[in-house]
């Protein structure tokens, strides 16, 4: 069973920058899209960003937020820079495995973004 750790949660100011980490137990190489998600207080869990062979990224965040991999680590980031009040949620990694369709979460790095 994969498994996920993510940190580099925490307070930032608007405007702030943070980076989160999601070390993962298996391989990433292939077959394996990874993304981050978000859940805000009483809100559903949205997609923040993702990538496999594209990256892609909610309008909400693109431009400010940045996904990348270090295949040789099993780890992804998401660099989050210019940080607004509305990017305070509890942020999750996932993995997803195209082969065998199936997928596991993180446990969640609390954001949050307050002056």
């Known amino acids: 069973q994969v498994q996920l750790v993510e940190s580099g949660g925490g307070l930032a100011q608007p405007g702030g920058s943070l980076r989160l980490s999601c070390e993962v137990s298996?391989?990433?190489?292939?077959?394996?899209?990874m993304s981050w998600w978000r859940q805000r207080p009483g809100n559903q869990r949205d997609m923040v960003a993702s990538?496999?062979?594209?990256?892609r990224y909610a309008p909400s965040v693109q431009g400010r937020f940045t996904i990348s991999r270090d295949d040789n680590k099993n780890t992804i980031y998401l660099q989050m820079n210019n940080l607004k009040s509305e990017d305070t949620a509890l942020y999750f990694c996932r993995y997803y495995n195209l082969e065998s369709r199936s997928g596991v979460w993180g446990q969640g790095t609390q954001v949050t973004v307050s002056s």
């Open positions: 990538i496999n062979t594209a990256l």
């Open positions: 298996g391989s990433i190489r292939s077959m394996v899209t």
